[in-house]
């Protein structure tokens, strides 16, 4: 087995290019002159559009404008939905994305606390049993909005998260848009809280690109990118492209890690695009 794992994953068919273009992307807006003044601005406006579209992604969509009028009046999140607890998975996304500059610290140092405190804020109100919020799951009962299918067995779940958090300490040569791809993959891939994964799974992945230096004050929107691939893959061949990439990656295999790992990247020069219309519409505003 390879010493560094993560860096090993470079090699997949067609990772090192989308790896590049993300890394080219973000860059670009990296070197946006509102940076130099007002980054603070524009990293709390990528964590509301992220933290939209992870909630979209999870299943409880909502307008970004909607969103942030209801948050501006203190108002109680809702959506159009017969499901009441949609609103609560997009309240929770916010206080995420909010929370995760806090949380860094305890990513560095101890990543499996720190997924544990994700999952707490992910989860926050959704009516779980106290037994179940912070702790991966240790029944077989998930949920599955990505139809990924069998979920592995708690056991497996327990070893493969203690693995994971065991290579995050340890130092790879592998760029940060291909580590953010496994912790994602396999959060989603695990189930491995049984509940709200994809809301942690994302903000698991932001943290790593920020911790990791690719983009260290969060002024890319990732989740948007996720979002943005899905919605294409509908109007092009009416499959949700993020679900398809999620489920090759569960099937395992170099061809489904590829496909993956080729999705991610995508969505991190999508989201540092985002990043970049941001800052534009800040420079309007202040014209």
Same mark, same amino acid.
């Given at each position: 087995m390879s010493q #560094?794992?993560?860096?090993?994953?470079?090699? &997949?068919?067609?990772?090192?290019?989308? +790896?590049?273009?993300?890394?080219?992307?973000? #860059?670009?807006?990296?070197?946006?002159?509102? &940076?130099?003044?007002?980054?603070?601005? +524009?990293?709390a406006e990528s964590a509301l559009r992220g933290a939209r579209a992870s909630a979209e992604l999870e299943g409880a969509g909502m307008e970004l404008e909607r969103l942030r009028g209801q948050l501006l009046h203190g108002q109680q999140v809702t959506v159009q939905s017969k499901e009441p607890r949609q609103g609560q998975v997009v309240t929770n996304a916010v206080r995420l994305h909010a929370d995760l500059g806090s949380l860094l610290p305890a990513w560095k140092a101890a990543p499996a606390q720190a997924l544990a405190r994700l999952h707490v804020l992910a989860s926050?109100?959704?009516g779980l049993p106290e037994d179940e919020v912070g702790r991966p799951r240790s029944g077989t009962e998930v949920e599955d909005p990505l139809d990924l299918g069998v979920a592995?067995?708690?056991v497996e779940v327990a070893a493969r998260l203690d693995g994971l958090c065991r290579l995050l300490l340890q130092p790879t040569a592998a760029p940060a848009v291909v580590v953010a791809g496994v912790v994602h993959g396999e959060l989603l891939a695990l189930r491995a809280f049984g509940s709200v994964d994809g809301l942690v799974a994302r903000a698991a992945a932001r943290l790593v690109l920020v911790e990791r230096g690719l983009d260290p004050k969060a002024v890319s929107a990732p989740e948007v990118g996720h979002a943005e691939l899905d919605a294409a893959g509908l109007r092009s061949s009416h499959t949700h492209a993020y679900a398809a990439a999620a489920r090759a990656y569960a099937a395992g295999g170099e061809q489904g890690v590829a496909q993956w790992?080729?999705?991610?990247?995508?969505?991190?020069?999508?989201?540092?695009?985002?990043?970049?219309?941001v800052c534009?519409?800040?420079l309007r505003e202040s014209a």
């Open positions: #560094d794992p993560f860096a090993a994953l470079v090699d &997949l068919p067609g990772v090192a290019d989308a +790896v590049a273009e993300a890394r080219t992307a973000v #860059d670009r807006l990296l070197g946006h002159r509102v &940076l130099r003044r007002r980054s603070a601005e +524009v990293t926050a109100d959704l592995p067995q708690p790992l080729v999705h991610c990247a995508g969505a991190v020069a999508l989201g540092a695009t985002e990043g970049v219309a534009e519409a800040i």
